[in-house]
């Protein structure tokens, strides 16, 4: 429930916040509660994953990209996450959660998400994604030109390339899997 509250934030400010470029970082500013714990009494690693969700939103929204997408029915679909923890995240800390989008290829769209306290990084959410409309996935170029910006994605770091074809093998794989159980 409260990612739901978090989510309808956003939707409700969004039109007041500074407008963002496609490119640059947005920042959300967090305090970890007592929901966002696990058993350890730390922040859960599942919700590191739905904080950035909150990112991609809001970085959307004030960019125009999600806006103009959601108007035209379209809807983001997160292919692949990765996170990277260094250090966690104590109840009641305040965090910032930086999101930026790295890139895009012929069918992903990149975004990084920091979470970062006290000026160090605590954890690192890679996720790739997608818009799909009625007629099937929409190419990143054509969702990332909704911005009503002239864009050229960015050369993707040899890792964030590195880890999207790994995710290619594993889907490969897996696809291969289901087919010899059919």
């Known amino acids: 429930m409260m990612m739901f509250w978090r989510s309808l934030a956003i939707w409700?400010?969004?039109?007041?916040?500074?407008?963002l470029h496609a490119l640059d970082s947005?920042?959300?500013?967090?305090?970890?509660?007592?929901?966002?714990?696990?058993?350890?009494?730390?922040?859960?690693n599942g919700r590191y994953l739905s904080v950035a969700d909150l990112g991609r939103l809001d970085h959307g929204?004030?960019?125009g990209v999600w806006y103009q997408a959601l108007r035209r029915?379209?809807?983001p679909?997160?292919?692949?996450?990765?996170?990277?923890?260094?250090?966690?995240?104590?109840p009641f800390e305040r965090y910032e959660l930086?999101?930026?989008?790295?890139?895009?290829?012929?069918?992903?769209i990149y975004c990084e998400h920091r979470f970062v306290l006290d000026k160090r990084v605590c954890a690192l959410v890679l996720v790739r994604y997608l818009f799909v409309s009625r007629e099937g996935p929409v190419p990143p170029s054509r969702a990332m030109a909704l911005s009503g910006e002239e864009l050229q994605t960015p050369t993707l770091p040899d890792y964030l390339i590195r880890w999207s074809e790994n995710?290619?093998?594993?889907?490969?794989?897996?696809?291969?899997?289901a087919q010899s159980r059919a």
């Open 12 to 19: 409700l400010s969004f039109r007041w916040r500074a407008r």
């Open 73 to 75: 029915g379209w809807r």
């Open 167 to 177: 995710q290619d093998r594993i889907s490969q794989r897996l696809k291969a899997e």
């Open 77 to 90: 679909l997160a292919g692949d996450a990765d996170a990277r923890f260094s250090r966690s995240l104590q």
């Open 98 to 108: 930086q999101t930026r989008t790295l890139g895009w290829d012929q069918k992903w």
């Open 26 to 44: 947005g920042c959300l500013r967090y305090r970890v509660l007592p929901g966002d714990l696990d058993s350890n009494l730390h922040m859960n």
């Open 61 to 63: 929204l004030r960019s």
